[in-house]
């Protein structure tokens, strides 16, 4: 099975990206604390893989809006969940989703007279779906000391209103994984996870011509279709925005550095190409980069695309470009095949290339 793998890296020179409120014991009502990872050697802040997904939900509704079709969201009290149908909607099919609605009378008849429920799918049984899309936490190379920042609101009568929130200066790393063959691919077996089309969806499926896989419990979209998904949401990485305190502190999420291609199997071969040097600084690691190459290179189906935006430490990229040319290794196996450029266009370059070559990895 071919996946797109990847590892990414956020440049947070100030910022407060995911924020945790307060935490038992503040000294203050009025502080928002920053989500920390505390380890023997300091903190590592973070920002929650739920947070990421949700970046790239946004940025694929702002930048795509035209072509990515977004699943509607319904409420019951204390439970939300997406239509759960990947036939029709684009995220449903590629983020996954659990649908549990209640049961209970009161349930049933505040549905039936909520009348912005008319485009819902029809479901009477639970359905889930894995997401096909993986993401990690995005969590600091390095332990970052956390700022304590003081403020007031003055502009009033009377005595300012003092607040306070955290920030913090450092650079995030994240993977992503993504599976082409389960994109576009709906199952109806009946277990947790796989139990993605109901009745009413394998209806529909049947009415769009999808390809069935009877043996499989599955029915799958056409090729281009499945293909142009995956497209789309591969080129929201380069555009990606989002974070919280965006009006104090300003924060550019989208990768200053991402590592990926297309591989044999779904374990991300990239994972250990970034790291830090004596002063906390982030290093491209040569020697595992090479070594992952080496090992993986039956594994590894596409160019290998780093993306790298010029400013964000240069000295690194040029120790990688000058082992391109000289180190024999990289410089006879690799040097082909290995791009380097902006993240954006490295993301739509291999976006562009699914579109073109890519049905072997579908």
């Known amino acids: 099975m071919a996946f797109i793998n990847g590892m990414l890296l956020l440049d947070a020179p100030g910022s407060a990206l995911n924020n945790a409120g307060q935490s038992a014991g503040t000294r203050a009502d009025n502080i ?16 929650s893989a739920q947070a990421f997904r949700y970046w790239l939900r946004t940025t694929l ?3 795509y809006g035209d072509t990515w079709i977004a699943s509607p969201v319904f409420r019951e009290q204390k439970i939300a969940y997406p239509d ?7 995220d449903d099919d590629l983020f996954g989703y659990m649908r549990a ?9 505040a549905r039936e007279a909520d009348t912005s429920r008319a485009i819902e799918t029809v479901t009477h049984e639970t359905i889930t779906r894995v997401s096909p899309l993986r993401v990690s936490t995005l ?3 390095a332990p970052a000391s956390i700022v304590d920042d003081f403020g007031v609101m003055a502009r009033h009568e009377g005595n300012p209103v003092p607040h306070e929130h955290q920030f913090y200066k450092t650079v995030l790393r994240g993977l992503f994984s993504l599976d082409l063959k389960a994109a576009g691919t709906f199952s109806y077996e009946n277990r947790t996870g796989f139990l993605n089309l109901d009745k009413e969806r394998i209806e529909l499926a049947q009415q769009r011509g999808l390809e069935h896989d009877q043996a499989a419990k599955t029915y799958r979209l056409p090729l281009e279709e499945r293909i142009n998904r995956v497209a789309t949401l591969l080129q929201a990485f380069g555009h990606l925005e989002g974070g919280a305190k965006l009006t104090l502190h300003y924060t550019n999420v ?24 004596h002063m906390r600084r982030p290093i491209f690691h040569l020697e595992a980069f090479k070594e992952a190459l080496t090992v993986f290179q039956d594994d590894i189906l596409s160019d290998v695309y780093v993306g790298w935006a010029r400013g964000f430490f240069d000295r690194e990229r040029e120790k990688l470009e000058k082992a391109l040319a000289e180190d024999p290794v990289l410089k006879e196996q690799w040097a082909q095949r290995i791009k380097i450029g902006h993240p954006r266009q490295l993301f739509a370059e291999l976006a562009g290339i699914l579109t073109e070559q890519g049905a072997a990895w579908f």
Request: hydrophobic share 40%; no cysteine.
């Open 32 to 47: 928002v604390e920053v989500k920390v990872i505390n380890a023997p050697e300091g903190q590592y802040p973070y920002v």
């Open 61 to 63: 509704t702002k930048h």
């Open 84 to 90: 759960g149908n990947p036939i029709e909607y684009w």
């Open 101 to 109: 609605h209640s049961k209970r009378t009161s349930a049933v008849k």
């Open 139 to 141: 969590v600091s190379l």
């Open 254 to 277: 989208a990768p200053a550095l991402a590592v990926f291609a297309v591989t044999r199997g779904g374990n991300n071969i990239f994972m250990y190409v970034a790291g830090t040097d």
